[in-house]
């Protein structure tokens, strides 16, 4: 499996959209910092045909030192989870009767959607 870093992630971008590599850079920083802050404020962003990121914290709970077999107390923290869409599900296991949208749909309508969304989400704030 190969990784996807945020450089291929605007390079893909630059070469499907035709915008120069600061457009797509500004773009994909912006998806990312908006997730930072929705995370840091304990909201949740929904994506349609993609799915929802939100943050949840885990309460303090009982644990132990496997080394020296001491009980701690683990502290509350706050972790970040991703619920995949079913549309996103469908076509990770490549079940395309579900609606899921395909390759050749317009990615210029879809990637402006999204900044749509994302600044809905920063007005929010």
């Given at each position: 499996?190969?990784t996807?870093t945020?450089?291929?992630?605007v390079?893909?971008?630059k070469s499907?959209l035709?915008?120069?590599?600061?457009a797509?850079?500004?773009?994909?920083n912006?998806?990312?910092s908006?997730?930072?802050?929705?995370?840091?404020?304990?909201k949740?962003?929904s994506?349609?045909?993609?799915?929802s990121?939100?943050?949840?914290?885990?309460?303090?709970?009982?644990?132990?030192?496997?080394?020296?077999?001491?009980?701690?107390?683990?502290?509350?923290r706050a972790?970040?989870?991703?619920i995949?869409?079913k549309a996103l599900k469908?076509?990770i296991?490549?079940r395309?009767?579900a609606?899921?949208?395909?390759?050749?749909d317009?990615?210029?309508?879809?990637?402006?959607?999204?900044?749509?969304?994302?600044?809905?989400?920063?007005?929010?704030?």
């Amino acid at each position: 499996m190969e990784t996807i870093t945020k450089e291929k992630i605007v390079e893909m971008l630059k070469s499907k959209l035709d915008l120069s590599g600061i457009a797509c850079s500004e773009i994909v920083n912006q998806i990312f910092s908006n997730l930072q802050v929705i995370s840091s404020n304990n909201k949740k962003l929904s994506i349609k045909n993609f799915g929802s990121f939100y943050t949840n914290v885990k309460a303090a709970r009982p644990g132990m030192n496997f080394h020296t077999k001491e009980k701690i107390i683990i502290k509350p923290r706050a972790v970040m989870g991703f619920i995949p869409s079913k549309a996103l599900k469908d076509l990770i296991n490549k079940r395309p009767e579900a609606g899921v949208l395909k390759v050749s749909d317009n990615i210029e309508e879809r990637i402006n959607n999204l900044i749509y969304k994302f600044h809905q989400v920063k007005a929010m704030l």
